[in-house]
């Protein structure tokens, strides 16, 4: 089992920036794809971006390009995300995931990753 827990979240103006944690316990090997996915009310949960450690790369959803940016420090087991340029639209609870997915097909369905978090909340006002 893993054990995901998401920190950083809060309370920001259009603009602002915000960094996302995801600290991973448990069995972490598991761990290969860690990414972040978002859910506003009554909209779906929506890709935003992840970290494969085994392939060395990273993939943003359309909504983080250029924006965020996904890293992951190894010896912590932890996984970051680097919010700037912040928008109302941003508005979101930002979840943490992890999984063994390797197809670039794949990153941005959320079937594809076992681990979940409970979740931070982003307010970005207006």
């Known amino acids: 089992q893993v054990q995901l827990v998401e920190s950083g979240g809060g309370l920001v103006q259009a603009g602002g920036s915000l960094r996302l944690s995801c600290a991973a316990s448990g069995h972490t090997f598991s761990t290969v794809a860690m990414g972040w996915f978002r859910q506003a009310p009554g909209k779906e949960r929506e890709f935003v971006a992840v970290?494969?450690?085994?392939?060395?790369?990273?993939y943003y959803g359309d909504s983080a390009k250029g924006r965020f940016t996904i890293s992951r420090d190894y010896g912590k087991n932890t996984v970051y995300l680097q919010t700037n340029s912040l928008k109302p639209e941003d508005t979101a609870v930002y979840y943490c995931?992890?999984?063994?997915?390797?197809?670039?097909?794949?990153?941005?369905?959320?079937?594809?990753?076992?681990?979940w978090g409970r979740g931070t909340q982003v307010t970005v006002s207006s």
């Open positions: 995931a992890a999984g063994s997915v390797m197809s670039p097909t794949r990153y941005s369905d959320s079937s594809e990753y076992p681990y």
């Open positions: 970290i494969n450690r085994s392939l060395s790369v990273t």
